[in-house]
T-cell receptor, first 116, second 110 residues
Framework: GAGVSQSPRYKVTKRGQDVALRCDPI?????LYWYRQALGQGPEFLTY????????KSGLPNDRFSAERPEGSISTLTIQRTEQRDSAMYRC??????????????FGPGTRLLVL | GIQVEQSPPDLILQEGANSTLRCNFSDSVNNLQWFHQNPWGQLINLFYIPSGTKQNGRLSATTVATERYSLLYISSSQTTDSGVYFC????????????FGKGTRLSVIA
């Protein structure tokens, strides 16, 4: 596609429910990143993939958070048993490859999650 | 991990004025990007600039990697420039996530 797309754009859920957030990267981009952004702060890293391989998940806050990218394209970030503190903007980014300007990360519009 | 500090935290400009935003980082980097988060929450890539100078219209950026800082210049500011400007860096090992600063919130008033 022309840019990174994310769905849903907004998600309101009740505490304890599971949610799945989807990211569709720019076509052909090797790397895909997930970030979380609290109100008034910059995005913070969660996890990233090269192709289908999860390279680093050190930013995932706990084991309720997981992500997959089974075919090296679309990725899903899943939060189980949501808590109010999970409320934030979840952003996805993709980059073409490694090295020089190919590392430039392009961000999607984000999914704003509200846990009641 | 690498630290990123942006200044000023807030800035109010009269339309037409120029401004300089600064980003200091604590270690060498192989990727530095400037982003504009507009009032609708979109995060738009402005520059990929781990070193050197680039210009795009009224915006330009300079990174002095040896002194670990980058500057974003906005000339002849417009109300549409309002929003939050983020600097983000990647550590030297490459292909790693970006570490963001806290941003500079810019308000341009007519």
């Amino acid at each position: 596609g022309a840019g990174v797309s994310q769905s849903p754009r907004y998600k309101v859920t009740k505490r304890g429910q599971d949610v799945a957030l989807r990211c569709d990267p720019i076509s052909g981009h090797v790397s895909l990143y997930w970030y979380r952004q609290a109100l008034g702060q910059g995005p913070e890293f969660l996890t990233y993939f090269n192709y289908e391989a999860q390279q680093d998940k050190s930013g995932l806050p706990n084991d309720r958070f997981s992500a997959e990218r089974p075919e090296g394209s679309i990725s899903t970030l899943t939060i189980q048993r949501t808590e109010q503190r999970d409320s934030a903007m979840y952003r996805c980014a993709s980059s073409l490859s490694v090295g020089s300007e190919q590392e430039t990360q392009y961000f999607g519009p984000g999914t704003r999650l509200l846990v009641l | 991990g690498i630290q990123v500090e942006q200044s000023p935290p807030d800035l109010i400009l009269q339309e037409g004025a120029n401004s300089t935003l600064r980003c200091n980082f604590s270690d060498s980097v192989n990727n530095l990007q400037w982003f504009h988060q507009n009032p609708w929450g979109q995060l738009i890539n402005l520059f990929y600039i781990p070193s050197g100078t680039k210009q795009n219209g009224r915006l330009s950026a300079t990174t002095v990697a040896t002194e670990r800082y980058s500057l974003l210049y906005i000339s002849s500011s417009q109300t549409t420039d309002s929003g939050v400007y983020f600097c983000a860096v990647e550590n030297p090992t490459g292909n790693t996530p970006l570490v963001f600063g806290k941003g500079t919130r810019l308000s341009v008033i007519a």
